[in-house]
């Protein structure tokens, strides 16, 4: 049973610079990706429902949000190996999030939200008829992204510090990094939620 609570040894050889290249290099193509498809629509009928993707999307951040939670009891109980099981499932999952959210933007542009009548439009009845809950959107929706945006490459680098066996750091920044990506699971399903009434 002790061999449970035993850190695990390292999975990859030290290259800080090797690895900041990398992850930089990662993140950067990311967030331009990202930045550009939301300018990008293909009028492409896939014979179903694109709006699946964002479906899976929540589904998967949902799942994150939970997983993020189960990750940090096991490790605050000792259970390292489970702890990194997790958090590398964690990893994969955000791979298939990634291609899904792309998919999602490029096939089904962008939703307004209080759009009722899915006309690409809102206008003064439509803005009155949703009051300040467009606000809270608005809100929920700027904080997500802003985090999004920022947190990939925190993530992996307390990912890097873990897999060289550097856990000492990987504690430290593991501080920041999970309740950043726990916020960004949890309002991921948050936006779908709010906006999804409004796809066309």
Do not use: C
């Not at 990859?12 to 610079?17: I, P, S």
């Not at 990194?84 to 990634?98: D, E, P, Q, T, V």
């Not at 939200?113 to 809270?136: P, Q, T, Y």
């Amino acid at each position: 049973m002790q061999s449970t609570f035993r850190l695990p040894q390292a999975s990859l050889k030290k290259d800080d610079r090797k690895a900041a290249t990398m992850i930089i290099i990662f993140s950067v193509v990311v967030f331009i990706v990202v930045a550009t498809i939301g300018k990008l629509k293909l009028s492409v009928n896939l014979g179903f429902d694109v709006h699946i993707f964002a479906q899976l999307n929540a589904v998967i951040n949902a799942i994150t949000a939970i997983l993020l939670v189960a990750a940090l009891a096991a490790v605050k109980n000792g259970r390292y190996g489970l702890h990194k099981g997790i958090m590398l499932f964690s990893l994969a999952l955000s791979i298939i999030f990634l291609v899904s959210y792309i998919a999602h933007h490029l096939f089904a542009g962008e939703a307004r939200f209080g759009d009722i009548n899915h006309d690409g439009i809102v206008d003064a009845a439509e803005l009155a008829s949703v009051g300040n809950m467009r606000l809270v959107y608005f809100i929920v929706l700027s904080t997500h992204i802003a985090l999004a945006a920022i947190i990939l490459p925190f993530i992996l680098f307390t990912a890097y510090r873990a897999l060289i066996g550097e856990y000492g750091i990987h504690k430290k920044l593991a501080r920041y990094t999970w309740p950043l990506w726990f916020y960004v699971a949890v309002t991921g399903p948050v936006v779908y939620l709010m906006i999804s009434p409004y796809y066309r």
